[in-house]
């Protein structure tokens, strides 16, 4: 459905051009893919390309959308942190706008995909686990959902580490990529193994080949 320029008393209110419409669009396409409807994903795209308060008649002239869908919409976007509700002096009607920070909207996406995905997983996990397995079969299908439980429990733990960053510390993570494995890496080389460490050298347990032939 193609996206009409609103006929709107506010001169504030721009008309979408021809790249902000697209980019509202785009949004709606990959909504499904998010877990949300094509409505829910214009009406947030709309919100954020914007950069300003809409209330509900405005958002629903600039979609081409029913009051009602508008007005779902948002709370279903409200249920997931992705926007805030806001009054205006002199004015009745309810105003909404995302997080401003980039990094607050990216991190409230990761929470809700976790509150919605993963902690029903975990749950079900945990019941699986109390059970007293009545088989080898199940003794073994046991073994590795604990194995499963254990590693979303440890990403789990990561997320709450880094929801806790702040969005400076978290950028500059980020751009780290790769770099952090190579850190680990060379933390790893100079690791000393168990027998190393009762020698009174203490020598490396990893040692370059070259210097294994000299020896």
Request: aromatic content about 8%; charged content about 30%; glycine content about 4%.
């Amino acid at each position: 459905m193609p996206l009409n320029p609103p006929d709107l008393s506010s001169p504030a209110l721009p008309p979408l051009t021809p790249l902000t419409s697209r980019f509202i669009s785009h949004f709606g396409e990959m909504g499904s893919r998010w877990g949300i409807n094509r409505t829910v994903g214009q009406i947030y795209a709309l919100l954020y390309v914007l950069g300003q308060p809409l209330n509900a008649d405005q958002i629903a002239e600039y979609l081409a959308f029913s009051r009602s869908n508008v007005s779902m919409g948002l709370k279903e976007l409200q249920s997931w942190r992705l926007v805030k509700l806001l009054h205006r002096q002199g004015d009745r009607r309810e105003y909404f706008e995302p997080p401003k920070d980039i990094w607050d909207i990216f991190k409230a996406l990761l929470e809700e995909r976790r509150r919605r995905e993963i902690e029903p997983t975990l749950s079900m996990l945990r019941d699986a686990l109390l059970e007293n397995p009545s088989s080898a079969s199940d003794k073994e299908a046991q073994k590795r959902m604990r194995e499963m439980y254990d590693l979303i429990e440890l990403s789990s733990s990561w997320f709450d580490d880094v929801q806790r960053l702040s969005p400076e510390t978290l950028a500059s993570l980020m751009k780290m990529g790769s770099k952090v494995g190579k850190l680990l890496d060379v933390r790893d080389k100079f690791r000393l193994s168990p027998t190393a460490k009762k020698s009174k050298a203490a020598k490396p347990a990893i040692i370059p080949t070259d210097m294994e032939s000299k020896e």
